[in-house]
C-alpha cells in the first residue's frame, strides 16, 4: 500500500484516476508534501492550514472537517510501513465530463508516499543559477500547475545548477521548488510574503529558530547581485531541508564553503525534527 484515492488504499501502480479528472486534465486543484521523521509528520498543522488556504484561494470546497484528512494520511503512513517518508497530498475539483466552468461534484483527495534519503549536497552546498520568473500573480497558492516551474528546474539542472532562483522585477522571489534567503552582516535576509511567493513552512521553521537564537531575521526583497555579494546563502523547503549554497552560477559564495550561520540553522532543524511531537 502507498497510495489513496477517494477512500481507497491502493498501490501506487493502480489505474484509479479516471481520465474525466480535472486534475489530470486541468492542473485543477492544490497539493502539499509532509515529510515523515520516525513516524512523525512534521509541522502536519502548518502543512494543513496552507493546503485549506490554497483550496479556499481557487474556490475550492475541501470537507471543513479536517479531522478526517489527517486520520486518512495518518492511516495511509501506518499502512505503509515506513517511518521516513514523504508524503503527497492533493485535492482537485472532482471528476466530471471535461469543461472549464466548475462541475458539481465532490472533490477528488489522492496521496502517495515514498520513502525519503536526506541528500548529501546538503553537507557541501550547491549551485544556482537566476531565471525570470515566469508564472503568474497567485504563487502563494500551491496550485498543481508547475509548467514554469518544471521548465526553470530542467534549465537549471541542464547547466549543472540544483536549482533556478527566479528573479521578477529585478528582485528575487524564491526558487521553483523552493524559498531563498541572504546572510549579510550576520543577518539573515529573505523575500517578504507576498502573493508572489509560496509561504514556506520550512520558512516558518527558520524564521523561528533565528528569532530563539538572536539572529536577526530581515523580510525585505534583495537583488540578484545582493546574493552574489551575500556572505552566506542557503534556500529551503520540506524535501530539501536546509540546503546551503555555495555558488551562484560562476561565483563562488563564502569561498565555496557552508558559512556559520547556514550550520547553525541545520543543527537547529534536525533538534526541531527530534524533538517534533507525534501526533
Ligand atoms: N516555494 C515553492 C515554489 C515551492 O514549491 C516550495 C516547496 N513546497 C517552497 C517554496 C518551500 O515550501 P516548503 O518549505 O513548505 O516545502
Not at 472537517?65 to 501506518?78: F, P, Q, S
Not at 544556482?128 to 530542467?154: G, H, M, Y
Not at 528582485?171 to 541572504?182: A, P
Request: net charge negative.
Amino acid at each position: 500500500i502507498s497510495a489513496y484515492f477517494n477512500g481507497k488504499f491502493v498501490d501506487a501502480n493502480d489505474p484509479v484516476i479516471p481520465i474525466d479528472e480535472r486534475g489530470h486534465q486541468f492542473g485543477d486543484g492544490v497539493y502539499e508534501v509532509i515529510r515523515i521523521y520516525n513516524g512523525k509528520p512534521f509541522m502536519l498543522e502548518e502543512h494543513v492550514d496552507r493546503l485549506y488556504q490554497s483550496a479556499y484561494a481557487i474556490k475550492l470546497q475541501i470537507d471543513p472537517d479536517c479531522g478526517a484528512l489527517k486520520n486518512t494520511m495518518l492511516e495511509l503512513i501506518r499502512e505503509s510501513g515506513l517511518i521516513n517518508l514523504d508524503l503527497y497530498v492533493q485535492v482537485t475539483r472532482g471528476m466530471a465530463s471535461r469543461n472549464h466552468l466548475f462541475p458539481d461534484c465532490p472533490v477528488s483527495v489522492s496521496m502517495t508516499v515514498k520513502p525519503f534519503r536526506t541528500i548529501k549536497i546538503g553537507e557541501k552546498g550547491a549551485g544556482v543559477t537566476f531565471l525570470p520568473d515566469e508564472r503568474w500573480q497567485n504563487c502563494f497558492i500551491k496550485s498543481l500547475n508547475l509548467l514554469p516551474n518544471i521548465l526553470a528546474k530542467q534549465s537549471a539542472y541542464e547547466k549543472g545548477f540544483l536549482e533556478a532562483v527566479l528573479v521578477r522585477d529585478g528582485k528575487v522571489t524564491e526558487g521553483t521548488s523552493s524559498n531563498v534567503y541572504i546572510v549579510k552582516n550576520s543577518s539573515i535576509i529573505t523575500t517578504p510574503l507576498s502573493k508572489h511567493i509560496l509561504s514556506g513552512i520550512t520558512r516558518m521553521a527558520v524564521k523561528g529558530i533565528a528569532i530563539e537564537n538572536g539572529i536577526p531575521f530581515i523580510e525585505k526583497q534583495f537583488t540578484p547581485d545582493e546574493m552574489i555579494q551575500a556572505d552566506e546563502i542557503f534556500i529551503t523547503s520540506t524535501t530539501m531541508e536546509i540546503m546551503p549554497i555555495v555558488r551562484v552560477e560562476d561565483h563562488e559564495i563564502n569561498g565555496g564553503e557552508v558559512g556559520t550561520i547556514t550550520r547553525t540553522l541545520q543543527e537547529q532543524f534536525k533538534e526541531r525534527i527530534f524533538h517534533s511531537i507525534p501526533v
